[in-house]
T-cell receptor, first 115, second 114 residues
Framework: GAGVSQSPSNKVTEKGKDVELRCDPI?????LYWYRQSLGQGLEFLIY????????KSGLPSDRFSAERTGGSVSTLTIQRTQQEDSAVYLC?????????????FGEGSRLTVL | GDSVTQMEGPVTLSEEAFLTINCTYT??????LFWYVQYPGEGLQLLLK?????DKGSNKGFEATYRKETTSFHLEKGSVQVSDSAVYFC?????????????FGKGTHLIIQP
């Protein structure tokens, strides 16, 4: 596609359920990032994938959060046993090269609401 | 660790007013600096960037100058329009290692009234 695609755009779930959020990056982009955007908290880095290297998971807030990237393309962020504090917009971004000087292209996000 | 501090809004201005959104940073290396904009209902998009000290980034009438001496990257526009209403994020990317992504400020919500 022309841009970064995320699904679902909105997800409402009950506390304790597992959720999966999908990101389809721009074709050819080797770097993929997940961020969490909470009201009044800005963007919080979660995890970074670069090519075939081991992902940088330093931003994941707990072991309930995990992510994988299959075939160097599509990524799935999984949140197990969701809690109300997990409610946020989850943003995916991709870039052609390292984010240090390259531009990140963001999807529109997946809004998660945990009841 | 790296951090970005920007003025929190909402900032409300009249059309054609002068805009300044302050941004200061803390970084261990020699960061690149960015302003991203998020229009209502859309994803973040890069507005402008500067990769070294004294560089000026500019786009769509917006400007920001990388000031190493004051560790600042303030966003300015001489005459704002209603269509500039959005959330603006200052961000840095540090060459000193760590996560290879961007560190963002909390965002400034800008509202331009006609």
């Amino acid at each position: 596609g022309a841009g970064v695609s995320q699904s679902p755009s909105n997800k409402v779930t009950e506390k304790g359920k597992d959720v999966e959020l999908r990101c389809d990056p721009i074709s050819g982009h080797t770097a993929l990032y997940w961020y969490r955007q909470s009201l009044g908290q800005g963007l919080e880095f979660l995890i970074y994938f670069q090519g075939n290297s081991a992902p940088d998971k330093s931003g994941l807030p707990s072991d309930r959060f995990s992510a994988e990237r299959t075939g160097g393309s599509v990524s799935t962020l999984t949140i197990q046993r969701t809690q109300q504090e997990d409610s946020a917009v989850y943003l995916c971004a991709s870039s052609l090269v390292s984010g240090k000087t390259g531009e990140l292209f963001f999807g529109e996000g997946s809004r998660l609401t945990v009841l | 660790g790296d951090s970005v501090t920007q003025m929190e809004g909402p900032v409300t201005l009249s059309e054609e007013a002068f805009l300044t959104i302050n941004c200061t940073y803390t970084a261990t290396g020699y960061p690149s600096l960015f302003w991203y904009v998020q229009y209502p209902g859309e994803g973040l998009q890069l507005l402008l960037k500067a990769t070294k000290a004294d560089d000026k980034g500019s786009n769509k009438g917006f400007e920001a100058t990388y000031r190493k001496e004051t560790t600042s990257f303030h966003l300015e526009k001489g005459s704002v329009q209603v269509s500039d209403s959005a959330v603006y994020f200052c961000a840095l990317s540090d060459s000193g290692g760590g996560a290879d992504g961007l560190t963002f400020g909390k965002g400034t919500h800008l509202i331009i009234q006609p």
